[in-house]
């Protein structure tokens, strides 16, 4: 197995390679491009959901309460269910005095293909589309929103950037084959069979530089993951995450809305290069980008993400920059922890399978090979000069890093959903790799609930010590927190856990065979319905309905017992 520290080194010598090369190469699809600039402001303060968004929210909330009340009617018909309606203020009323559907977000944590692979699993068993049922299908389609980071951002991103599909279809018809093939692979992407993919991305990285933006580690990152993530033979080039919006099923609100996540770094504001526990949480959307925390506290277009602004004013603007390969990049940059310009002894005739075997290269004294700023996924700053944005407003340029990492790491991208008060349940779809056995202990959840509080979020319920975890299993089986507080969201906990298949591999991993992919596909299917447990449906319903005001069925007392941790 080839290790993606490795890797990291073949990038960064990959990318100084094609910067060196003067050949001729085809046009590409990749770069962005100037665009004529639209009348309507693209930055905003963040004071509320976008109207972009709310009105996607309203037509996915009715479609998502009809699927969650056919699911549970399913499981047991004593649910009494109202939907609720989405008022002219953005904001959630009760219907018929039965209380309302709860809104529904599902988290896809990092972890590599690890990750991916077990949280596809978690949603072909929650997706009533599939031919194997499970008594949890259904729940897919009640989901008003999914985020995803890192590993999870590579799942998200392949069924987003596909229009939806099942996972089966995406695991018979792609990553069975992709993953085994990984362009990740050096002897792979170097063979004479993937010769036109090294071709066509370095026309790509050179393409981006032409256009005058500087490229990164993450212009190849990208790439090279699209291809095993994205249908057709250019790795989904010409695709963005503001083109989401324009397929069918998201046009038919047919599908949650997806959101994607990443951290700032403050190596230009402070020097500190490893983000903080308080760094700043950014998500991209088809509609925005942007942060809802303090000290950014704004959003932009997503579609002119690369655009020159100034005081909310654009200057020159940019379309195609929210690629999304670069943005799944990005929110998977573990390179950005390096901090530190990587040197290589001979950048334009680097020997690949020496570097990616010889770790020792990334400190070697030599020629350099990267500066330090094209580690990170390098954003133009749209928040330039914005009165809301003090910490990031004279800077250039944002860096953006993989939300797992850093002091106080948030593998779960919870985040958004503490600043969207009218969601009501978080499924966690935890997929760390905390223990020596690659599997999560509450560490990475724990740390989102030390920061919610330390930034004033009152949403997140609260998260007992690891300790706490580990001793009452929590890390093993389904939990429900804030089954008793009113004013948080109700977080239902899903760790990954070895059912049928060995699903603690390692991050570094980055070669599935076919029965790798489907073993780990499979386990994430149990993983979803704790196992084929009989009363797990019955219970996951109770806890989805606790707070609804609805009446709830005889069994719920029972379920809240074995699964509310407070």
């Known amino acids: 197995m080839v290790s993606l520290l490795g890797l990291v080194v073949y990038l960064f010598s990959y990318a100084a390679l094609i910067t060196a090369l003067p050949t001729q190469r085809a046009i590409s699809g990749y770069a962005p491009v100037a665009a004529t600039c639209p009348a309507t402001q693209l930055v905003r303060t963040a004071n509320g959901l976008s109207d972009a968004e709310s009105n996607y929210i309203h037509q996915r909330y009715q479609k998502a309460s009809q699927a969650l009340e056919s699911w549970l009617k399913s499981v047991d018909e004593t649910f009494e269910f109202g939907q609720g309606s989405w008022d002219s203020h953005g904001g959630w009323s009760d219907w018929a005095g039965q209380g309302k559907a709860p809104v529904l977000a599902l988290t896809s944590s990092g972890g590599g293909y690890r990750a991916m692979l077990a949280g596809a699993g978690v949603i072909k068993g929650f ?55 990984s362009l990740l692979v050096p002897q792979i992407l170097l063979s004479p069979q993937a010769a036109s993919v090294y071709s066509a991305v370095e026309a790509d990285v050179q393409a981006k530089r032409s256009a005058g933006f500087e490229p990164s580690i993450i212009d190849p990152w990208g790439r090279l993951l699209s291809y095993a993530l994205l249908y057709g033979p250019d790795g989904g080039v010409v695709d963005t995450v503001s083109g989401i919006a324009s397929t069918s099923n998201f046009t038919s609100h047919n599908a949650p809305y997806p959101i994607i996540t990443a951290l700032g770094s403050n190596r230009l504001i402070d020097g500190t290069c490893i983000p903080q526990p308080n760094a700043t949480q950014y998500e991209f959307h088809p509609y925005e980008f942007g942060s809802w925390d303090a000290g950014v506290d704004a959003f932009v277009v997503t579609e002119y993400l690369g655009t020159s602004f100034s005081n909310g004013e654009a200057i020159t603007c940019v379309t195609h920059y929210d690629q999304l390969g670069y943005v799944l990049g990005t929110s998977s940059n573990v390179f950005g922890s390096i901090c530190s310009a990587v040197p290589a002894e001979n950048s334009t005739a680097v020997s690949a399978l020496t570097l990616v075997e010889d770790l020792a290269e990334i400190v070697a004294v030599g020629h350099p090979g990267i500066p330090e700023s094209e580690i990170f996924g390098l954003y133009p700053n749209p928040f330039h000069n914005y ?103 109700t977080i239902v906990y899903i760790p990954n856990f070895n059912y049928t298949y060995p699903s603690g591999q390692p991050t570094a991993k980055i070669q599935y065979y076919k029965n790798e992919t489907d073993g780990m596909i499979a386990n994430g299917v149990e993983i979803a319905s704790y196992g084929g447990k009989a009363s797990w449906p019955l219970c996951l319903g109770c806890g989805i309905m606790k707070k609804s005001g609805g009446t709830l069925p005889n069994g719920c007392a029972a379920c809240f017992k074995e699964y509310c941790f407070n």
């Open 127 to 181: 997706d009533s589309r599939e031919v194997d049922k499970t008594g949890v299908s259904g729940i897919y389609q009640a989901l008003t929103y999914h985020a995803g980071l890192s590993g999870g951002s590579w799942l998200l991103s392949s069924i987003a950037g596909n229009d939806f599909p099942t996972i089966g279809s995406l695991q018979a018809n792609l990553w069975d084959t992709t993953l085994q093939n």
């Open 387 to 489: 009165p809301s944005s003090a910490l990031v407003s004279a800077q250039p340029t944002l860096e953006l890093v993989d939300g797992g990492v850093g002091v106080a790491y948030q593998g779960n991208p919870i985040w958004p959903f503490l600043h969207r008060e009218d969601v009501d349940v978080i499924i966690v779809n935890d997929n760390a790799a905390d223990t020596q056995y690659n599997f999560p202990n509450g560490t990475e959840i724990l740390h989102t609930y030390q920061a919610a509080i330390a930034a004033g979020l009152t949403r997140m319920p609260v998260i007992p010590s690891v300790a706490t975890f580990v001793s009452e299993g929590l890390n093993q089986k389904p939990t429900f927190f804030g089954c008793n507080t009113n004013d948080t969201a």
